[in-house]
């Protein structure tokens, strides 16, 4: 063989060999540098952006808002399951990117000045602005990143370890610049999802014992510093005037009061008549009664007080009456689908609510995540290698909660419940409910608002016509939260939120290795394979099609094991505040937007 084609042929072998390690050698590349990240499809905001759309970067700066809180508080640390933290703590803190509220899930760099994600998604670096600072002037730097997650994973609440668990590496590779692997997952979220974490300072957390709770002022690199406090009653923050990141295009127009307080108030009937008295500025309402009948009087006759109903494209989740399924009393969801029939919505709307509400039958309410259609072909695949751990009517029947006429007289709905209740072992004896050991069903209902009571008393009424004694306890917000965080209730009245994109906080909700884990959101005390399954799935979806295919299948297989008694929801915000504040024309779609208020000159 010639010399020439002795060459050609290894020229041919060396190409051929580069073909082959190419898609490789292409995944090993650096990508370039980008300003932010989306979950599904393009980013919004071009690199040269100026601020969100939803901001007015000429907003005058000043004024002092006073906000309202309820309970008291005991810390200033809000990362650990101890203690109640301070209204507004996270004031103080920024986090690598910030989250864009007119996006369904984009995330653009806030401590980070640029990102660096390849296609695959199996790592992301961020290189952090030099001129980063916390609030005594120490520089953020990457081991303080990797100090951060290392603590909270380790020391801080359940849910960081849970929800971050997808991480298989973090580490230092300059002074600016970390990176995270995560490994062979799927999980396209993850990537956006380590950039929200707020970041600590090493210096500072180093010497002291993270686990406990603490009135100490906390050091942080965001745009607003803990000023002054009176334990339990009160809290101020100011804002920053050396602030690092005033500047950034992500910050422009936000941020905007000099300083933010709030007040502490033992319930909310107080905290109303204190906001009509002046005592402080803005109020979000929960109460569709205190909406309708609380808001009058002179300030509101004469404009000094303004009332708003601004509407938003939020999912609203999930909110119900949560059984404690580790109960043996929960543990049948025969027992669980029969307790529902006693909730009458459509009374308590018309004759509590003012007919605020919609009833909520989804754990996906308002949006396009809702099954409230049977599953179609390409969510059938989804569901089809669970079909044998899922209720039957999971593929035949689309779920609705019970539903009335509104009228009180629900006999029928009784009569229907019984029946589920002597299928499930219990029978009617002289007036009480009891199982086959005689052991009458009873169980108490937490709470923490006294105002949810009026609600919940025409609930247990119905619950005694079945012959079922039920009680409410309600306690201060410090004992709710130790016993919530221990699993050490019945029945509560609380909700499971969900966003426009969701992914790892699912398997904080439901997920079998959750269930006995303090602190967890998987209050109901799930342990379903196939629930793990679909949460699995959820968090491993490719595209957004498949993400809003994945949460059907998901909801329907919750809604069928009648975990909750689901309650109702409202797609708008409820706000009241007095006639300081002006805001930028356009409103951000998913969120509120109250940092990008300002105070009126």
């Known amino acids: 063989m010639s010399l020439r084609k002795l060459a050609a042929r290894l020229h041919g072998l060396t190409l051929g060999f580069a073909l082959l390690l190419s898609p490789l050698a292409l995944a090993d590349e650096m990508p370039p540098a980008a300003h932010g990240v989306a979950m599904h499809g393009d980013l919004k905001y071009p690199p040269e952006f100026t601020h969100f759309d939803y901001t007015n970067p000429a907003a005058p700066k000043g004024g002092e808002v006073r906000r309202a809180a309820i309970g008291t508080f005991d810390s200033f640390n809000p990362f650990i399951i101890k203690g109640t933290d301070a209204e507004g703590i996270g004031l103080i803190y920024d986090s690598l990117t910030v989250r864009a509220d007119d996006e369904p899930f984009s995330e653009y760099g806030l401590l980070a000045k640029a990102i660096y994600l390849p296609a695959h998604r199996r790592w992301i670096e961020f290189e952090l602005h030099e001129h980063a600072r916390f609030s005594d002037g120490e520089p953020v730097r990457a081991d303080d990143v990797v100090y951060t997650f290392t603590l909270l994973r380790e020391q801080g609440s359940p849910f960081y370890k849970a929800y971050y668990a997808g991480i298989s590496d973090i580490r230092a590779l300059s002074d600016t610049r970390v990176r995270f692997e995560f490994g062979a997952t799927e999980n396209r979220e993850l990537p956006l999802i380590v950039g929200q974490v707020p970041i600590l300072p090493k210096h500072y957390w180093e010497t002291r014992d993270f686990t406990k709770p603490s009135l100490e002022i906390p050091i942080g690199s965001g745009p607003y510093l803990l000023d002054s406090f009176d334990p339990g009653r009160s809290v101020s923050y100011r804002r920053n005037p050396d602030y690092w990141g005033a500047d950034l295009p992500v910050n422009r127009g936000r941020h905007n009061f000099d300083r933010i307080s709030y007040d502490y108030y033992r319930d909310g009937t107080v905290a109303l008549e204190a906001f009509k008295a002046g005592e402080y500025d803005f109020r979000e309402e929960n109460s569709s009664k205190a909406w309708a009948t609380g808001y009058t009087g002179a300030p509101f006759d004469d404009g000094r007080i303004v009332k708003q109903r601004i509407e938003h494209d939020n999912p609203t989740g999930m909110q119900a009456f949560i059984m404690n399924t580790r109960r043996p009393m929960f543990a049948d969801a025969r027992v669980r689908e029969a307790l529902a029939y006693a909730f009458d919505f459509e009374w308590t709307n018309q004759n509590l609510f003012y007919g605020a509400y919609t009833r909520s039958h989804s754990y996906f309410s308002n949006s396009d995540m809702a099954a409230t259609a049977l599953p179609d072909a390409e969510e059938l695949k989804?569901?089809?290698?669970?079909?044998?751990?899922?209720?039957?009517?999971?593929?035949?029947?689309?779920?609705?909660?019970?539903?009335?006429?509104?009228?009180?007289?629900?006999?029928g709905q009784l009569r229907d419940a019984l029946r589920l209740l002597r299928e499930a072992g219990?029978?009617?004896?002289?007036?009480?409910?009891?199982?086959?050991?005689?052991?009458?069903?009873?169980?108490?209902?937490?709470?923490?608002?006294k105002e949810f009571e009026r609600v919940v008393a025409p609930f247990i009424r119905n619950l005694e016509r079945m012959g079922i004694s039920a009680n409410i306890r309600i306690v201060d917000v410090s004992q709710y939260i130790n016993r919530v965080r221990q699993f050490d209730f019945d029945m509560i009245v609380s909700g499971f939120g969900q966003s426009t994109s969701p992914g790892n906080e699912q398997r904080d909700y439901w997920h079998s290795s959750m269930a006995d884990q303090p602190g967890s959101r998987n209050l109901i005390g799930i342990r379903n394979p196939a629930v793990d399954y679909l949460v699995e799935q959820i968090i491993q979806a490719p595209n957004r099609e498949q993400l809003v295919l994945r949460c059907r299948a998901l909801d329907r297989v919750l809604q069928w094991n009648h975990y909750v008694i689901p309650q109702y929801h409202i797609n708008a915000y409820r706000v009241a505040y007095w006639d300081k504040f002006a805001m930028p024309k356009t409103a951000p779609r998913y969120a509120l937007g109250f940092d990008t208020w300002w105070v009126k000159p």
Not at 382 to 408: M, S
Not at 426 to 447: C, H, K, S
């Open 382 to 411: 989804i569901l089809e290698p669970i079909r044998d751990q899922v209720p039957p009517q999971v593929f035949t029947e689309v779920y609705r909660a019970p539903t009335t006429n509104g009228d009180g007289r629900i006999r």
């Open 426 to 449: 219990w029978e009617l004896d002289n007036g009480t409910l009891r199982n086959a050991d005689g052991e009458p069903m009873q169980f108490e209902i937490l709470l923490v608002q």
